[in-house]
């Protein structure tokens, strides 16, 4: 099932006593999921992720525009009648009932000419179960399953109804870090096995790019850029996004560009036809800088900090914003630290230039 988002908003009215303007949570969002994709939605904390999840699923109404599940407009239809599945980061069992009779609590709600037989309802929620691995814990009370169990037996509560799209807000951030790995995985591979379409929100964009299809980014209420997971990495439309995907993230630096030649200091590091003269925001992914000793760019080292596979170089330079740069090398590069010098070569395709008012993206031809 697709589903289609058509200039859709939702302004809340601001509480203030002294008025100001309304919030507008989510802004003018126009764009499709493709059926059986799963999608992240993926932005800081207050950015509309939830009021945009609420929309879809129906438990707030838009102040404009419409939504689609396929050809159908659920814009006005109750979140009941939509057929989705929910799932939040609290797991909201039923404490007094067992995992059977928690997943089974949706479908004792079907009236009319949905209504199920106890033994088609047993049949769907033994499959539910068996799809999130919980089924050999059928007769646990929530309080005597861990963190993670709780949450399948959400994820199978949510499933149990047959949803036409399945919604998660922020499911992993109560499970601990190795918990949160496993479990999206899991996700994944639930997903992959129903084919339900799937939007998955979280401010993680670790765990949005790992598991998604494609990736929405958002900042304050407004879509940034909609892509597969590493084509939005490699080549962000701006700033923001540039700066809120990867671990390590993006250094950033006040660069120069002179005669289609990017300066960052006194050093001219790379050419960058086409760019206009003045300045520029740099920003170099830690796998773009290659250790050289010839390299243009050249740095103060302050540390090195081996870990297994890779060796990171921290290191100092006047023109760089924040506390450090990282750069990520291959464990079989020697590095010397002598001289309290480091000098770099620079992988053009790490290099992304941006207008430093607006964040919006200074893109570069390939040098001659
Ligand atoms: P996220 O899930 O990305 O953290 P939300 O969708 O919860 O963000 O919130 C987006 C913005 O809308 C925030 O500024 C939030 O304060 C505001 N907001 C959300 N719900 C309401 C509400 N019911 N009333 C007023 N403002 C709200
Ligand atoms: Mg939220």
């Known amino acids: 099932m697709k589903i289609v988002l058509k200039n859709l908003t939702k302004r809340f009215p601001n509480r203030n006593k002294k008025g100001g303007a309304d919030v507008i949570a989510v802004n003018d969002f126009d764009f499709e999921i493709p059926d059986g994709m799963l999608v992240g939605l993926l932005g800081p904390s207050g950015c509309g992720k939830s009021t945009t999840l609420n929309l879809i699923s129906g438990l707030e109404k838009p102040s404009e525009g419409r939504i689609f599940f396929g050809e159908d407009d659920v814009t006005d239809l109750p979140p009941e009648n939509r057929g989705v599945g929910l799932v939040f980061q609290s797991y909201a069992l039923y404490p007094h009932l067992n995992v059977f009779r928690n997943i089974r609590f949706p479908l004792e709600n079907f009236r009319g000419k949905d209504r199920l037989t106890k033994e088609e309802m047993e049949k769907r929620v033994v499959e539910a179960a068996k799809l999130v691995q919980i089924d050999h814990l059928m007769e646990r009370k929530p309080s005597e399953l861990s963190g993670g169990q709780q949450q399948r037996v959400a994820i199978a509560r949510a499933l149990v109804k047959m949803p036409r799209v399945l919604l998660l807000d922020e499911p992993l951030s109560n499970l601990d870090a190795r918990l949160r790995l496993q479990t999206r995985e899991e996700i994944r591979r639930i997903q992959q096995e129903t084919k339900i379409t799937t939007v998955f929100v979280t401010h993680d964009q670790e765990e949005a790019m790992s598991i998604s299809d494609l990736i929405v980014v958002m900042k304050d209420g407004v879509v940034h850029q909609i892509g597969k997971p590493q084509d939005v990495y490699d080549d962000p439309i701006d700033q923001f996004v540039a700066q809120f995907l990867g671990t390590p993230p993006i250094n950033m630096f006040d660069g120069e560009v002179r ?110």
């Open 259 to 368: 005669n289609g030649q990017l300066y960052i200091g006194e050093d001219k590091v790379l050419d960058v036809p086409g760019v206009r003269d003045g300045a520029v925001a740099a920003g170099i992914r830690p796998e773009g800088f290659i250790l050289d000793y010839e390299g243009p760019l050249v740095c103060e080292l302050t540390r090195l900090e081996v870990m297994g596979r890779d060796v990171s170089i921290i290191f100092k330079d006047e023109a760089m914003k924040g506390e450090a740069v990282r750069a990520i090398i291959d464990a079989k590069s020697r590095v010397d630290t002598g001289s309290g010098k480091v000098s770099f070569f620079l992988k053009p395709d790490k290099v992304h230039l941006f207008e430093p008012e607006t964040g919006e993206r200074l893109r570069f031809g390939k040098a001659e």
